[in-house]
């Protein structure tokens, strides 16, 4: 796993018996409303596409998900080595073009709150109920 340089983003290697994944992960829950993020992402999903090198696979949840497949898995033992070269390829292609884009991007929507008759984000709640 590594960061992005934005909160509740990272990039995430992942391998499976017969397949595996590069991938850049949208968290939601604590971490506030993922929609903006992917939206902006969709918006340039050509141009992502076209200087990644190949379609990029999207899954919507409250862990989102843009990620290349890569066939094979830790099953594949004899192409295990293989394997893992192309998945440090993919990733190393898909954080070159998706650190840009996300750098310049919008940060996640915070969660608003009522305390007090003011309406503030989680973070300031938060930060506000550690100093009692």
């Given amino acids: 796993m590594a960061m992005t340089g934005r909160r509740g983003i990272r990039f995430q290697v992942t391998a499976r018996q017969h397949q595996s994944d590069a991938s850049l992960v949208i ?3 604590k971490w506030g409303d993922s929609a903006p ?13 076209e200087a990644f090198g190949e379609p990029l696979t999207r899954a ?4 989102s ?30 954080a070159a073009v998706m650190r ?3 750098a ?5 929507a915070r969660r608003l709150a009522i305390f007090d008759n003011q309406v ?12 009692i």
């Fill in 37 to 49: 993020v992917l939206d902006e992402l969709q918006a340039q999903k050509v141009a992502v596409e």
């Fill in 60 to 63: 919507v949840g409250q862990r």
């Fill in 104 to 108: 310049s991007g919008k940060r996640f």
């Fill in 120 to 131: 503030v984000t989680d973070w300031e709640l938060r930060r506000y109920f550690e100093r």
């Fill in 27 to 29: 968290l939601g829950g």
């Fill in 100 to 102: 840009p884009k996300l």
């Fill in 65 to 94: 998900r843009i990620y290349a497949l890569v066939d094979g898995g830790y099953l594949d033992r004899e192409d295990w080595p293989a394997i893992q070269s192309k998945l440090a390829e993919a990733m190393g292609r898909l």
